[in-house]
């Protein structure tokens, strides 16, 4: 086909030139290289190359949920990981297993997924290869890097990580800040998602059309820790905390990224029954756990949020010998197993606060004789629970960690409650004793690693680990049983410092967000409701029991003062009653922000506990009964918002009530503005 070209006509080109001429001249169209359902077929994940780049995405329901979001690294000694890559080769498998957690929010936990693992090459300069796996669950997926063994890589340092996630529908969001002084302890934020700055994980969403997602991360090990920046529209990519080294990771292939997560259900509650965030993590690497016992307990705590004590010596000293004594007895006589005492040890004195390098945790004060006290609670059934506040001086913690660890083993201290308290980028790290002091983050590698450091040499001595000030769950419990909990969000002692206090929605807010990583120790049931200065708490009487069911621990602290309790013993005898282990976990109704109802069954026993909270609006809730066994009767135990309840006018309004149920019964649950309501089903 010859052109004719005249001077007098413009010049034109066929169709078929033109089109020939413009697949010649433009970049590579994303082709689909793989994919992968989930078992049910409800979601899909798609993996693409766009000139080199891999993208993935992910459909629910044959609908875009993740539009295609970029992956790759920059290293600060290597050139950039995200271009020139072809697919070298893939592998799929099937996975359905059923195991059992030691203790936890069920006893039988299903782990069924389909997984994709697909390899990449370089096709030009280092011919690097990199690993993708994904593994699709019918309620999420979780996909890491894997760094396979070759030259390249045998000094990773990776300055940034480029994942992303593209949400493809207009969302509302719950969300922290990240990489703000306070670490975790933010009150959360309602916003559309486009409105996101930088987030810490877990960030929960749900789009417009009611699908609910929550980004998170599963496995953080020799890693740090995933914020979630949010760069344009509705597309999030990850930031990796910094570290002090000028690089964010440094690993020596073969090692594997934690898991970036995404929990999918259509409807909140689906969150929160999810396991895929356990699942992700290996199995129990500590073998016999049966020393690890969920437990409530006291503590010399609250008197110090109150300032009617003190950490430091002195007349106000709460860490004395015969006011722990006075707690073991309160214990011993109402069935608590522990009794937490903070201050005990030197370093308490003067300003502690980010300089913690005078703290000795292998020896006691004066006015604490440890050795006395560990015979005077074993005697009546009580076991002492340990603190190490290391004021984030937390190379000297390390150097003491066996010879302390020790102390408590032989005094039958078989729990400990670390903390980390200063400004987030402030933790000291001394790599060689009167080396230089180098500052890192509360969730860079350097503290990912010390967290398991601890965990570890814990575990040799029998000693199970809540930490405070922490980095975040990301479900290593399964792995390491003895990490029993942490804190990670703002507790309870907000509501003693006041200016201001935990809003009424906090607690159904941390539901389906925080919690979503694991337990908290959030220390309710303070009974009061006063904080210092006689602040009032933003709370009924009847929230603070529900707590113990909303808020999942394996441990629950009585955070009240003991004469408190003595005067509210109604409220105090559902304390005594409710477990810290169950057998399962049902989330009846609720919604972020505003309201949650969960039904769990107790451990080894026949009774359910329900726990209903709201936020600033009073509702009527229907409870449905049907999670109660089949063929049995129970008697409802109720401890509710009393006539005229409100946590602004009337917050120790309540009442005690009794009714006989069966499974098909329907409650109807009032609860006042900021209440709540706790009730036991117990079998007949």
């Known amino acids: 086909m010859s052109l004719s070209m005249k001077p007098s006509r413009p010049f034109r080109l066929p169709v078929l030139a033109l089109l020939a001429l413009t697949f010649a001249y433009s970049p590579a169209m994303a082709a689909t290289v793989a994919s992968v359902e989930s078992p049910d077929k409800t979601l899909r994940v798609e993996l693409d190359l766009d000139d080199g780049r891999i993208g993935y995405r992910v459909l629910r329901e044959g ?42 929010e069920r006893r039988l936990t299903r782990n069924r997924y389909n997984e994709l693992r697909t390899r990449f090459t370089e096709k030009i300069n280092l011919k690097r290869d990199i690993d993708v796996v994904f593994r699709v669950f019918d309620d999420g997926i979780g996909f890491r890097y894997e760094f396979p063994d070759q030259p390249q890589f045998q000094d990773v340092r990776i300055t940034e990580e480029l994942t992303e996630f593209d949400v493809a529908r207009p969302a509302t969001a719950w969300w922290i800040p990240a990489g703000e002084w306070n670490r975790y302890e933010y009150l959360y934020n309602t916003t559309p998602l486009s409105e996101v700055g930088r987030a810490h994980t ?85 073998g016999d756990v049966s020393w690890v016992e969920p437990h409530k307990y006291l503590g010399i705590w609250w008197s110090l949020h109150l300032e009617t004590q003190s950490w430091a010596s002195g007349d106000k000293h709460g860490a004395t010998t015969a006011e722990t004594k006075r707690y073991i007895d309160f214990a011993a006589k109402h069935g608590f197993r522990g009794v937490l005492v903070e201050g ?22 004066p006015d604490f004789d440890i050795e006395e006290l560990g015979r005077y609670a074993k005697d009546r059934g009580v076991h002492l629970i340990g603190h190490h506040e290391t004021g984030c001086a937390v190379s000297h ?14 005094n039958g201290v078989d729990a400990v409650k670390t903390g980390y308290v200063c400004d987030a980028g402030q933790i000291e790290r001394q790599d060689v004793a009167d080396g230089p002091v180098l500052r890192e983050w509360h969730d860079g ?64 807010m941390l539901v389906f967000t925080r919690l979503l990583a694991g337990p908290m120790d959030f220390t309710p049931g303070v009974v009061s409701l006063k904080g210092r200065n006689g602040q009032v708490f933003h709370s009924t009487l009847a929230k603070q029991l529900a707590q113990y069911v909303v808020l999942y621990s394996p441990i629950q602290m009585a955070a009240d003062l003991p004469e408190h309790y003595e005067q509210y013993p109604d409220a105090f005898h559902f304390i005594k009653d409710v477990p810290v282990d169950w057998e399962d976990t049902r989330v009846i109704n609720g919604e972020p922000a505003d309201f949650v109802t969960i039904a769990r069954k107790q451990r080894g026993g026949d009774d359910w506990f329900v726990g209903a909270v709201t936020d600033e609006q009073a509702r009527t809730l229907s409870l449905p009964l049907d999670f109660l066994d089949a063929g049995r009767r129970y008697e409802a135990q109720i401890y509710r918002d009393g006539e005229g309840a409100d946590w602004k006018t009337n917050p ?3 009442t005690v009530e009794k009714k006989q ?24």
């Not at 601890?454 to 419990?477: S, W």
């Open 63 to 104: 609908k875009p949920l993740i539009n295609t979001s970029r992956l790759g690294f920059l290293f600060q000694n290597a050139e950039q990981l995200q271009r020139d890559l072809a697919f070298t080769s893939q592998a799929t498998r099937s996975f359905d297993e059923t195991w059992e957690q030691p203790w936890g």
């Open 202 to 286: 877990p960030m929960t969403i749900r789009t417009d059309d009611g699908v609910y997602v929550s980004f998170h991360e599963a496995a953080l090990v020799d890693y740090a820790g995933m914020w979630l920046q949010r760069v344009e529209g509705r597309r999030l990519k990850a930031q990796l905390s910094p570290g002090s080294e000028g690089w964010k990771v440094r690993r020596t292939a073969p090692f594997h990224t934690p898991w970036r997560t995404l929990t999918i259900s259509n409807r909140a509650g689906g969150l929160v029954e999810s396991s895929l965030i356990l699942n992700l993590n290996e199995p129990n690497a500590l």
């Open 344 to 365: 005990w040890n030197p370093g308490w004195d003067g300003q502690w606060f980010a300089n913690g390098w005078g703290f000795d945790f292998t020896k006691a004060t």
């Open 397 to 410: 913690y390390e150097r003491q960690l066996s010879d302390a660890f020790a102390l408590y083993a032989r």
């Open 445 to 508: 590698q350097w503290m990912s690693n010390h967290h398991l450091r601890v965990v570890k040499e814990a575990a040799k001595h029998r000693i199970a680990i809540n930490a405070h000030e922490p980095i975040k769950d990301t479900g290593l419990r399964r792995t390491y049983p003895n990490w029993v909990s942490r804190e990670g969000a703002r507790g309870m002692e907000y509501n003693a410092w006041g200016n201001p206090g935990n809003p009424p929605e906090h607690e159904t």
């Open 652 to 654: 120790h309004a309540f």
């Open 661 to 684: 149920v069966r499974r098909g019964d329907t409650l109807s649950l009032w609860l006042a503005p900021g209440g709540g309501q706790a009730i036991r089903f117990r079998a007949l």
